[in-house]
């Protein structure tokens, strides 16, 4: 049985042990010492890290009674010295009393029982037992804050089953007989075997992030102490950026970005029209070009999507009784052949015939098909292929 050293002295980062196993976890070393101060994951905690020796301890696990220290490298030494990371552990100190005075703050004002607890790298969540509304989670927060800046004195203290059960507490099975109890003097009491701070005042703070239906209760979400320090840094830095680039204070940011967005999607709607007027007049320009029977449109374009090129296709084949052979070239090469329905003609296979010139593939079905390829260098030759069977599939049903 490992002795649990965080438990009598959850500030205690460096300590003595003997090694009493050594063994293997998920292919990776693992030691079990006589005495450890790494708190091993359980209860919704996460596990430690630091060092035992020259290796670094990369997870801490529960396994019966004994704690598991799995390591990155072999340790061979039988003593080590112990180095939990202290920044980690006051982190998990902060967000797991947090949660403590969170949990029974919602008991108090909206009777919301804690059924589970998440301690995530980001942020942390709680499940309630019951919908909470928004005036419930604010006066839970504002109760938990309270307590934190009252800075009431949190003891460690262990005590029978029975004493527990006296005492109106729940105790989990498989706790044991000793259970050890947590209080925060005067508002919470629980059994738990997480680590925490002395006092209620190194939580710092307690910020809902935000909340969710879940499992007929509610889920919310929190931060506290440093990491609630680091969000608000985070979200001012954000929000300065932000109301720099629409040069607004930050009360005039959401109607300015408002207004942005406003005026983009006017654009959009801008650019859409004259799309279509520059389409149109294109048609109608080939169009008047158009001659013979059925008329033969050709052209390449620089740049254009194919979409722009589907639409010119359209807009020419309702036009005038025609074939349409339309192609752009940019980095790649496209082309959409387009033929006035009734024709009869292989627009797939024309497209075909262009495209495999192009180094590339395409396709479609009856009117209209399209494709391209890399070799936007080959395209003049590619088109000429393409009127030259197209000229030639005419010529024989003539
Ligand atoms: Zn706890």
């Not at 965080?6 to 042990?17: I, S």
């Not at 992030?209 to 830095?237: M, Y």
């Not at 930050?250 to 942005?260: G, Q, T």
């Not at 709607?269 to 080939?286: F, K, P, S």
């Amino acid at each position: 049985m490992t002795e649990r050293l965080y438990r009598d002295d959850p500030y205690l980062l460096e300590f003595d042990a003997a090694v009493v196993e050594r063994t293997a976890h998920e292919s990776r070393p693992a030691v079990v010492l006589d005495r450890t101060a790494f708190y091993a994951e359980s209860g919704g905690q996460p596990w430690d890290t630091g060092s035992l020796g020259p290796s670094r301890v990369v997870a801490v696990l529960e396994s019966g009674d004994r704690i598991l220290h799995v390591l990155e490298s072999p340790l061979s030494a039988d003593r080590v010295h112990g180095v939990v990371d202290g920044p980690r552990r006051r982190d998990h100190r902060q967000q797991h009393h947090g949660q403590h005075l969170l949990s029974q703050a919602f008991v108090r004002v909206a009777s919301a029982e804690t059924v589970s607890f998440h301690l995530g790298v980001e942020s942390s969540s709680i499940d309630l037992d019951r919908e909470v509304g928004d005036e419930a989670l604010a006066a839970g927060e504002a109760l938990a804050n309270q307590v934190v800046w009252e800075a009431r004195p949190v003891a460690v203290r262990t005590v029978t089953r029975s004493e527990a059960a006296a005492l109106g507490l729940s105790v989990p099975d498989g706790a044991g007989d000793a259970v050890r109890l947590v209080e925060a003097r005067g508002f919470d009491l629980q059994p738990c075997g997480g680590t925490h701070p002395n006092n209620t005042a190194e939580v710092g703070v307690v910020v809902l992030l935000g909340s969710e239906k879940h499992k007929g209760g509610t889920r919310v979400r929190f931060v506290c102490g440093d990491r609630a320090l680091e969000g608000v840094r985070r979200r001012i830095r954000v929000l300065d950026r932000v109301g720099a680039l629409l040069s607004a204070p930050l009360e005039a940011i959401e109607a300015a970005l408002a207004r942005s967005l406003d005026q983009l999607a006017a654009g959009h709607r801008q650019i859409r029209e004259l799309r279509q007027l520059g389409i149109d007049a294109e048609a109608e320009r080939l169009a008047a070009t158009a001659a013979g029977s059925p008329a033969v449109v050709s052209r390449a374009y620089e740049s254009w999507t194919p979409e722009d090129l589907r639409a010119l296709a359209a807009a020419v084949t309702t036009r005038v009784r025609c074939v349409a052979l339309l192609a752009s070239r940019a980095e790649k090469a496209h082309v959409v052949f387009a033929q006035t329905p009734g024709l009869g003609c292989d627009m797939p296979g024309l497209v075909r015939v262009a495209a495999g010139m192009l180094g590339g593939r395409g396709g479609g079905r009856g009117d209209v098909a399209q494709g391209g390829g890399d070799r936007a260098d080959q395209l003049d030759k590619a088109m000429d292929a393409a009127r030259s069977a197209l000229a030639a599939d005419l010529e024989s049903r003539q």
